[in-house]
């Protein structure tokens, strides 16, 4: 047992651990965010995930992208070699089609109204290169089983119409709650395993190659599943 960790090295070790996720799924349709020779961080923030894609794939043309400014200035300022910039809270980005193999999101798809969340999976898809992949982390079913038994009061801002121990069972297959008004672009979103298998593929354009339920363990917010997808 470690005594007096500094947060640093949790902070590492939380962050690693939503990569060796990624790795892992991919690996099971033989690939490896190692193979990507030009990637895009949808939604990077202030770098967390993006300082250590970078390791993994040091060749790799690196880009981030994000809403807020002030995350985008302390990625430039803290990650040398990657390339930041901002992006609306709907399509388009400022890429060519097809610019990137490999292209990856943790915890955006978790807050996207139903119209946005189709219009950024169709924009992504647009930029993927033929043979690349994209992954995306979801919140599911299972996310309100596990705020429902581990971590109730955190189910209330998701805005439940149906008890959560109902949700599997009368809730819709695309839940989306606004917590601000103000932003109604975004808010907590769960997306039913069935939806993505339906609808993700054809949305997209894209191939879904593999899907990991309770990928990355997240308490007290349940779990993120983790969705491949890949142009042929």
């Given at each position: 047992?470690?005594?007096?960790?500094?947060?640093?090295w949790?902070?590492e070790?939380?962050?690693?651990?939503h990569?060796q996720a990624f790795?892992?799924?991919l690996k099971?349709?033989?690939?490896?965010?190692?193979?990507a020779?030009s990637?895009?961080e949808f939604g990077?923030?202030?770098?967390?995930?993006?300082k250590?894609?970078?390791?993994l794939a040091?060749e790799a043309?690196?880009?981030?992208?994000?809403?807020?400014?002030?995350?985008?200035?302390?990625?430039?300022?803290t990650?040398p070699?990657?390339?930041?910039?901002l992006?609306?809270?709907?399509p388009?980005l400022?890429?060519?089609?097809?610019?990137?193999d490999?292209?990856?999101s943790?915890?955006?798809?978790?807050?996207l109204?139903?119209?946005?969340?189709?219009?950024w999976?169709r924009?992504?898809?647009?930029?993927?290169?033929?043979?690349?992949?994209?992954l995306?982390t979801?919140?599911?079913?299972?996310t309100?089983?596990?705020?429902?038994?581990y971590?109730?009061?955190?189910?209330?801002?998701y805005?439940?119409?149906?008890?959560?121990?109902?949700?599997?069972?009368?809730?819709p297959?695309?839940?989306?709650?606004v917590?601000?008004?103000?932003?109604p672009?975004?808010?907590?979103t769960?997306?039913r395993?069935s939806?993505?298998?339906?609808?993700?593929?054809?949305?997209s354009?894209?191939?879904?190659i593999?899907?990991?339920?309770?990928a990355?363990?997240?308490?007290p917010?349940?779990?993120?599943?983790l969705v491949?997808?890949?142009?042929?």
């Open positions: 047992m470690r005594c007096g960790v500094p947060g640093a949790l902070d070790r939380y962050e690693m651990n990569l790795d892992a799924a099971k349709v033989g690939r490896s965010l190692g193979d020779t990637i895009l990077c923030g202030r770098g967390r995930l993006s250590h894609m970078m390791k040091p043309r690196f880009h981030g992208v994000d809403v807020l400014p002030g995350s985008l200035a302390h990625c430039r300022r990650i070699g990657g390339s930041f910039s992006n609306g809270t709907t388009p400022d890429f060519p089609d097809e610019s990137f490999l292209i990856y943790y915890s955006v798809f978790t807050h109204s139903e119209p946005n969340h189709k219009a999976l924009e992504l898809a647009r930029v993927l290169k033929p043979g690349g992949v994209m995306h979801t919140h599911s079913e299972e309100i089983w596990r705020i429902a038994r971590s109730r009061k955190n189910i209330v801002k805005g439940l119409s149906v008890p959560p121990e109902n949700f599997d069972a009368e809730a297959e695309y839940h989306y709650n917590n601000n008004l103000a932003l672009e975004y808010g907590v769960v997306i395993r939806y993505i298998e339906n609808h993700w593929p054809a949305l354009g894209l191939k879904l593999a899907y990991v339920n309770s990355i363990e997240t308490f917010e349940g779990c993120h599943d491949v997808l890949a142009r042929e």
